[in-house]
């Protein structure tokens, strides 16, 4: 007798990502109760299980839902109005300006619901944030089903949100008691960048990473300088400093590392960081290409984030992929390194693990949450397929994602968003809009 499920899913093609390397074909995925209870050929699960919903796709290509490793989800609202600067020009003379007088909680609502309608119907399934006002973007993720990594942000100076530090901390730490018990949130360490925190801080965020068992999330190595500046006031480079301070190990993220060199790549793979890599930002703010293809080769494990749309401008992590692989190709002189299949593997399950949630996210497996995306293959851009891994990295794009499952519910279906007003969000944007250029 057939097992009742409630969903069966049978692509064309399936890359499970574990183990990696490996296409599927004519394969189905069983779920049940959100969570992805089998994988079999298509002909078994026709009498093992009873689905009360079956998706045939027949010309799509099925892989576990992308994972953005960093970004600032409500400064989607801020895209395209700051843009050829470099990093600090056009942090000082236009974001921070911005920031100052229109960061609110509604604001980061708002913009995080923009932002999260993007990033779903490009089949990003998972963010990791970085911003203010934490359960303002908690109430945009959930409203539309996505998982959502929201950082407690810290700097030493006041914003809208907070006063100084300890403020930060205590009002991070209160959102985080409040929505705990929220399936689709969870929370990291989210200190700005070494150039913003004081050492003070810096302990005591290792302190409470490590009793509270959570992600560090912080911009380092970004610049030149940010590199010479560090080395001006604290006579260290950044990460050197960071290291004094305890705050490398594996439960830290470095977004962007950027400008690093061998001691410094030699130390994040000895304490087994993660980084948050995001090529696209790195290269309109012309802050340069991060060795990856070395980072790669001592086994630092890297993930993809696509920073803000404010400095992007797209949150676009099959762009990111093609990005990734291109640079580091250039920029090693191997046009091996990096090949679709780790490419793949950077958009998922090392970004999931990166934020301690492999077990659940990031791959095609039993036990692990339905949170999977399909792409399209069969249009005039994507045709011959010869390997539907190298088509999903250089071909295909966002535009190609025709279904998006968060936890087994359909959050994407036929290209067509679910759950969101996409008519109201706009006339929202659109009073946004006005207020941020009057």
């Not at 303002?136 to 810290?154: D, F, I, K, T």
């Not at 790669?296 to 990111?320: C, M, Y």
């Not at 999903?392 to 998006?404: C, D, I, K, N, P």
Request: proline share 6%; glycine share 8%.
């Amino acid at each position: 007798m057939s097992q009742p499920i409630d969903l069966l899913i049978e692509p064309r093609w399936l890359i499970p990502v574990e183990p990696q390397g490996v296409v599927l074909e004519d394969h189905a995925v069983a779920v049940s109760a959100g969570k992805i209870i089998d994988v079999l050929p298509s002909r078994d699960a026709q009498g093992r299980y009873h689905p009360a919903q079956r998706i045939t796709l027949p010309q799509q290509v099925l892989i576990p839902g992308l994972v953005n490793l960093h970004t600032h989800a409500a400064m989607a609202l801020l895209r395209g109005i700051a843009d050829d600067l470099p990093l600090m020009d056009w942090l000082k003379t236009r974001i921070w300006p911005a920031e100052a007088r229109h960061v609110s909680a509604a604001f980061v609502r708002d913009g995080t619901l923009l932002a999260c309608a993007e990033m779903l119907r490009g089949g990003i399934t998972c963010f990791n944030d970085m911003y203010f006002f934490p359960e303002a973007a908690a109430e945009a993720a959930h409203s539309l089903g996505m998982r959502a990594v929201l950082g407690m942000v810290v700097v030493e100076f006041p914003t809208a949100y907070a006063t100084d530090a300890d403020d930060y901390l205590s009002k991070g730490l209160a959102a985080r008691d409040r929505l705990r018990g929220d399936p689709l949130i969870s929370f990291c360490m989210a200190p700005h960048a070494p150039y913003t925190v004081a050492d003070r801080t810096f302990e005591r965020i290792a302190t409470l990473s490590a009793q509270l068992d959570l992600p560090i999330h912080i911009h380092v190595h970004e610049t030149p300088g940010e590199v010479e500046q560090s080395l001006a006031q604290h006579c260290v480079r950044p990460l050197e400093r960071l290291h004094r301070l305890g705050l490398l190990g594996p439960g830290l993220i470095g977004v962007h590392a950027v400008h690093l060199d061998e001691r410094e790549i030699a130390l994040l793979a000895e304490n087994n960081c993660a980084v948050a890599h995001c090529p696209t930002s790195n290269m309109k703010l012309a802050s340069g290409a991060a060795p990856t293809a070395r980072l790669a080769k001592r086994g630092v494990r890297i993930g993809l984030g696509t920073d803000g749309a404010a400095s992007n401008n797209r949150l676009d992590l099959f762009q990111e992929m093609r990005h990734a692989g291109l640079l580091a190709k250039v920029t090693s002189g191997d046009a091996a390194v990096l090949n679709a299949h780790e490419l793949l593997r950077m958009a998922t399950l090392n970004g999931a693990a990166a934020l301690g949630m492999e077990d659940r996210i990031g791959s095609i497996k039993p036990g692990k949450a339905a949170d999977l995306c399909a792409i399209r293959l069969d249009a005039l851009e994507t045709r011959p397929c010869f390997d539907p891994a190298s088509h999903l990295v250089y071909a295909a794009g966002r535009e190609h994602v025709s279904h998006v499952w968060v936890n087994g519910a359909p959050q994407v279906q036929n290209g067509l968003l679910r759950g969101c007003d996409t008519s109201r969000l706009l006339d929202t944007v659109n009073l946004w809009q006005n207020k941020l250029t009057a």
